[in-house]
């Protein structure tokens, strides 16, 4: 079966620190890759997709940026944190457009 | 893009008693979705439905597409404690779009 893995589960990160977190999918080849910020445990804002390696499609302009180096691997980066960066960040992957999405636990991030 | 409006925002129940929310949209969608999210952790997958009109039941939930193509709704029956958490409606067509959420808190 399919499982997919966040770390790490929680970071407190100074202003201008740089950011990484990562997230792969074990089970499934070729997955479409997400990663989301929901703030105040509310909605869900996607921040970028890829459908394969490489490949990084950004909805939202921000200082964070995201790469796949591997077909099961996508990580999310900042060169430098901003204290708007905080939030719950997950990572989520799909077989396809039209499967459904299937989330990580999350990382929570604080940027003090 | 496709706006999903998710309703009631929040909702505090007794145990037992039976929950209803529901999702619409000014677009059309070939599939919608219904999450759970406990307190730190991701949304889980709760129903999928994929077909306009169709029922699906898992449990205790129950969803129906709507005919439309542009609502869904969720229905919980005699919710327990466990049923806290907030519940997020989503619907797909090329990519997915998520409602706002309902949080749902249910008193013993």
């Known amino acids: 079966s399919q499982t997919i893995h966040q770390w790490p589960a929680t970071l407190v990160q100074p202003v201008g620190s740089p950011l990484s977190l990562e997230c792969t999918v074990e089970g499934t080849s070729n997955p479409n890759l997400y990663w989301y910020r929901q703030a105040a445990g509310r909605g869900l804002q996607l921040l970028f997709y890829?459908?394969?390696?490489?490949?990084i499609s950004s909805e939202v302009p921000q200082n964070l940026s995201a790469s796949r180096p591997q077909d099961r691997q996508f990580i999310l980066s900042s060169k430098k944190l901003l204290l708007s960066d905080s939030g719950f960040y997950l990572c989520a992957w799909s077989s396809d457009s039209n499967s459904p999405l299937h989330f990580g636990n999350g990382t929570r991030l604080t940027v003090t | 893009g496709q706006q999903l409006n998710q309703s009631p925002q929040s909702m505090f129940i007794q145990e037992g008693e039976d929950v209803s929310m529901n999702c619409t949209s000014s677009s059309i969608f070939n599939t919608w979705l219904w999450y759970k999210q406990d307190p730190g952790e991701g949304p889980v997958l709760l129903i999928a439905?994929?077909?306009?009109?169709e029922l699906t039941s898992n449990g205790r939930l129950t969803a129906q597409f709507g005919i439309t193509r542009k609502d869904s709704f969720l229905n919980i029956s005699a919710s327990i404690p466990s049923d806290v958490g907030i519940y997020f409606c989503a619907g797909q067509l090329n990519d997915m779009r998520f409602g706002a959420g309902t949080r749902l808190t249910v008193k013993p």
């Open positions: 439905l994929y077909k306009a009109g």
């Open positions: 890829s459908v394969g390696i490489g490949q």
